[in-house]
Structures are given as C-alpha cells and as structure tokens.
C-alpha cells in the first residue's frame, strides 16, 4: 500500500507540473495576444514562483499538523480551480497583465503544498531505507508531467487555442484531487489495506515515531530547525537546484525556438526529451542513493550522490551552451536537466530523515528557497541572455550549480533535529 501512493503522489506531482508549466508553452500564444516581452512574460512565471515560495513553509506546517491526505486534496483542488481562471483574464480590460499574475501568484500559493506534504507523508509511510526510491518516484512526476506538457499543450494550442489547454490542466487536476482523497490516509495505521506485516516493517524503519496530528508536542520548535547547520546548507543548495531547473522549465521552449532557430515541432520533442531525462534519472539517483546509504552509510549515500550530480550539471551546462549545433546542444542540456535530478532525491530524504514529524515545515522552508532561485531565473535568465548572451546565462547557473554541490559538505544527514 505504502508504493500505491508512492504512485499516487507520483501522479499528483505530474498533474501539478502540467499546471503549471503549461505557460511555457503557450508563452507565445499569450504574449502575442497580450503584447508582452519576454521580460514581461518571464514575470508571470515569477508571479507564480513568489507565491509559490511565501506559501512553502505555511504549506509544511499545515501538512505536519493537519496530515498530507487533506491537506494536499485541498492544494489539488485550489490548483485546478486557478489554472482555469487564467483563461477568464482578457487582453481588452486594462492591466491585464496585472491579473495575470495575480492568478499565477494565487496558482503558486496553492500548490505549495505538494511537495512539503509529500515529503510528511514519506516520513510516515517510508522507511528510511527505502526514502531515496520513494522520493525518486515521486519526482519523477516532475519530469514526467512537465515531459508530457509540451506535445500535450502544442496540440491542444494547434487545435482548440491555448485557453483550452489550460480548462483541460485544470480538469486533471480536479480529477487527481478527488482520487487522492478516496485512497489515501495520514498514517499506514489508519489504513484497512496495510497488512501487519507492512505496518512493522514500515515502523521499524523510522528514524522517529509516527506523528499524528494529535501529538504536537513532539514536534520540533523553529528555534532548533533555523539553529541546524544542516537546514541552511541544503537550503542554499536547494536554492542553486532551483535557479538551474527553472532555466528548463522557463525558458528552455523558448530558448530552442527563437535562439537555435527549431521549428514548434522539433521544439517540442527535445523539450519533451529533456524532461523525461528528468524523470528517468530522478528514481535513479533514489535507487543509487538508497544502494549507496546502505553500503556505506547516508554521508556516501544523501551527500554523496548530490556532491557528483550537481558537478556534473555544471559541466553539462557550460558544453551545452558552447556547441554550435542546436540538436546537440539540445541533448547535451538535456543530459544537464537528467544529471541535475540525479541529486532530488537527496535532499528530501535528507529534511525527512533529520525531521521527522516536521519534515513538513523544514523541507518547506527548503523548497521556499528553490523557488525564490526558480523566481530569480524567470527574470534574470532573459535580462542576462539580451545583455551578455545566452551563454552567460547558463554559465551563471553552471556556477551556482557548483555552489550547490559544496554545500553538501556542511550536511551530516546522521544528525537529527
């Protein structure tokens, strides 16, 4: 039961990515409609990720007090409802780009709750052996959802206009929200389908106790959690993670269109490509980092494993940007996006093994880090790009990716809160 809604929440992760980087692609669409620049529509993109980021922390301490099932049924539900109000902002009314983001601000807030949810569930659920895989699932939603994006939005875009493809985001979203409500619970306690035997071998596994929204007590005080050295180095990591991830999300579309000159279509599929990379990898480095932790222990396995993976980004990015071919370059950055989430894993497992019960509000206060890394890159990225180049704006992100993988050595994933 405890891998059903591992995949359960591996859908929800998908669904939340098509909503929300379904903009990307039909960025153009919008733009001309709504006469914006690159800079104005990046600033959608940043209207999400502030509201995004603000709610992170809100979302993890609502999920460690409230439970994962409800509070992300209300998340799902909240994205879907302003995922369709995209499509009722006019270009006629003025300051509509105004609107605009505040609908986007209002979609950030609400699936804010995914991953900090999420990651409460796995604390409960998942033994600590076994977080690097549950995690690895879990995000390969994220490729798998933004993966499907581009083909399913460019054809929705092609034949209906891009408002449809938004109401038809919206209904997928609604629809996941509903299932999650039906199957899932807090704790495999409450739980009919978890046998004896998985309830045992589930809390023999923990690095803590079970929390249930009846035991606040034991829960973790912020003075403690801003107080851990280990909180704030995979808080900057995770920051650099998300200035690096969000250069694909945002503007990786973009940047094979109107910068390497590729058709819709050839567009499309290496965006694709790029984001099943993603996908692919991240249940990856779950299993490796899993493998490793238990071999040589969660310094090898959580630290390890991200150490080599963001290097690894960094060295993809700066080749990716200097090739002079475009479907090259393509792939090359491709193998950048699979490299970068060969690291996702790490840092949930980490914040759930050193929480515990507010493993909700600690990777929220993590994941509130990304996104204001994801915020920076949706308008720095372009305002560099028309300055000094598209290479210098991957070379920023191949640095910061460098800053990220040092950060690691100032995690010991051994000491809990």
């Avoid at 502030?50 to 439970?67: E, I, K, M, P």
């Avoid at 808080?235 to 940047?255: E, Q």
């Amino acid at each position: 039961m405890r891998w059903f809604l591992v995949v359960g929440l591996f859908v929800l992760s998908a669904v939340a990515y098509v909503d929300r980087i379904n903009i990307a692609i039909a960025g153009s669409s919008i733009a001309s409609e709504f006469h914006l620049t690159n800079v104005q529509l990046g600033s959608l993109t940043s209207a999400f990720l502030v509201g995004y980021a603000l709610f992170q922390t809100l979302g993890g301490w609502l999920a460690d007090r409230l439970g994962p099932r409800r509070v992300l049924t209300a998340g799902v539900l909240w994205w879907g409802i302003f995922t369709a109000l995209t499509t009722a902002v006019s270009p006629k009314i003025a300051f509509a780009v105004f609107y605009l983001a505040a609908v986007r601000f209002l979609l950030g807030a609400g699936e804010a709750v995914m991953f900090p949810a999420s990651n409460q569930f796995v604390s409960r659920w998942i033994p600590t052996q076994e977080r690097g895989i549950a995690n690895g699932i879990i995000f390969a939603g994220v490729g798998v959802g933004a993966g499907v994006t581009p083909g399913l939005i460019s054809y929705i875009m092609v034949h209906y206009g891009w408002r449809w493809s938004f109401w038809g985001s919206a209904f997928l979203g609604l629809l996941a929200g509903a299932a999650w409500y039906f199957f899932a619970r807090d704790t495999p306690a409450q739980h009919s389908s978890v046998s004896p035997e998985e309830l045992g071998h589930i809390q023999a596994g923990r690095t803590a106790p079970a929390l249930t929204v009846l035991e606040p007590g034991m829960r973790i005080s912020w003075n403690v959690i801003l107080a851990s050295r280990e909180v704030w180095a995979v808080t900057v990591s995770y920051f650099c993670f998300g200035y690096i991830a969000w250069i694909f999300f945002t503007w990786f579309f973009i940047y094979l269109r109107t910068i390497r000159g590729l058709d819709l279509k050839a567009s499309a599929s290496y965006t694709t490509i790029l984001f099943l990379t993603m996908a692919a990898c991240s249940p990856l480095g779950g299993a490796i980092s899993d493998y490793l932790t238990r071999r040589w222990g969660k310094r090898a396995g959580r630290c390890g494993i991200a150490v080599f993976a963001l290097l690894l980004t960094a060295i993809f990015l700066v080749l990716g940007s200097q090739v002079q071919s475009a479907r090259l370059a393509s792939v090359i950055l491709a193998g950048g996006a699979g490299a970068l989430y060969l690291s996702q894993s790490s840092f949930w497992s980490v914040t759930a093994d050193i929480a515990a019960g507010s493993s909700g509000s600690v990777s929220g206060f993590m994941n509130m880090a990304n996104q204001i890394g994801g915020a920076f890159t949706a308008s720095l990225t372009p305002a560099i790009a028309s300055r000094l180049g598209w290479s210098a704006s991957f070379h920023v992100a191949a640095g910061l990716a460098v800053v990220g993988a040092l950060a690691w050595f100032f995690v010991d994933p051994e000491r809990t809160l």
